[in-house]
């Protein structure tokens, strides 16, 4: 990959998760560049990108590896290593980057507690010191502040060749679809005239349909909620008998063949508070069937 890239490795303990954001005037760049592991790091290579740096380095770091001691043995056995740029950062947040000095200019890194961000081809520093503001003063959860970090790069100047693709990869323990594997979030704009700003698009439909509910969006099925359940139901064809605004066992089984329609079974489930209800997916709903 030598196309202008820039990106974002970054671990937030809190959540726990580690992950990558990155952009770039190349096809598909997410699937290049980023790579991570719950419980290992997170890496991104580029620049004449090797592939290979992704997996292994995961592996040295999920064995116990420093970010800095795999970065080490990875380039150490590299012929190539000049034209290299890769950013790290290991199960506990420590960090590490290299810009070999045959990489494009602008190129170069900036490395904090946490995070990692390189860059090259870019229109200047700027773009890595803007990134790394933007991330630490984000809020949200990690995909939001790995976004807003590539926005800011971007707004500041970012790749000078142009825009073409942008992705962001977030691993959580048992964090993916089901809860049987560590992907939460996988998303990338491949080809696109605005990549960063769908990303932050994508972004946000992902918190709606796979965003675990919070203590305090739980709203209690009253009657008015329920008779509003009942009508989308009725229209569209799940229940066959008017409204009551009674949460019966008929509504619940109807209304279970809705959420799974509508893949909104992450937020509501028959088998787990039935009678409360999340008030993102009914938001949705309503926006949906209103």
Not at 132 to 147: I, Q, Y
Not at 154 to 182: C, H, I, T, W
Not at 255 to 277: H, K, M, Q, S, T
Request: glycine share 10%; with cysteine; net charge negative.
């Amino acid at each position: 990959m030598r196309p202008s890239t820039f990106s974002i490795v970054a671990h937030d303990p809190d959540e726990p998760a580690w992950g990558v954001a990155v952009a770039s005037k190349f096809l598909a760049a997410g699937a290049v560049v980023s790579w991570a592991r719950a419980g290992a790091g997170a890496v991104a290579t580029q620049s004449l990108a090797k592939v290979s740096f992704g997996p292994d380095g995961l592996a040295l770091m999920a064995n116990g590896a420093s970010a800095e001691s795999a970065l080490e043995t990875l380039l150490a056995a590299d012929a190539q290593r000049a034209h290299r740029q890769v950013g790290m950062v290991d199960a506990r947040g420590g960090s590490a980057a290299f810009t070999g000095e045959d990489c494009y200019g602008w190129a170069g890194h900036k490395t904090g507690q946490g995070f990692a961000c390189q860059g090259n081809i870019l229109t200047g520093p700027d773009v890595l010191e803007a990134m790394a503001a933007a991330f630490l003063s984000a809020s949200g959860e990690l995909a939001d502040r790995l976004v807003t970090a590539l926005q800011a790069g971007e707004d500041a100047g970012g790749d000078r060749r142009g825009k073409q693709s942008a992705g962001v990869l977030v691993a959580r323990p048992d964090g993916g679809y089901g809860g049987d594997n560590d992907r939460y979030l996988d998303l990338r704009v491949d080809d696109h005239p605005d990549p960063v700003r769908e990303l932050r698009r994508l972004v946000n439909i992902h918190h709606v349909f796979f965003g675990m509910p919070r203590a305090e969006d739980r709203l209690p099925i009253t009657e008015d909620i329920a008779r509003e359940l009942q009508s989308w139901l009725l229209k569209q064809g799940y229940l066959r008998r008017e409204t009551t605004g009674v949460w019966d066992d008929a509504s619940k089984q109807a209304f279970w063949a809705l959420v799974g329609a509508e893949n909104l079974e992450e937020r509501w489930r028959l088998d787990r508070d039935p009678d409360w209800i999340d008030r993102v997916a009914l938001d949705y709903l309503r926006e949906r069937f209103r």
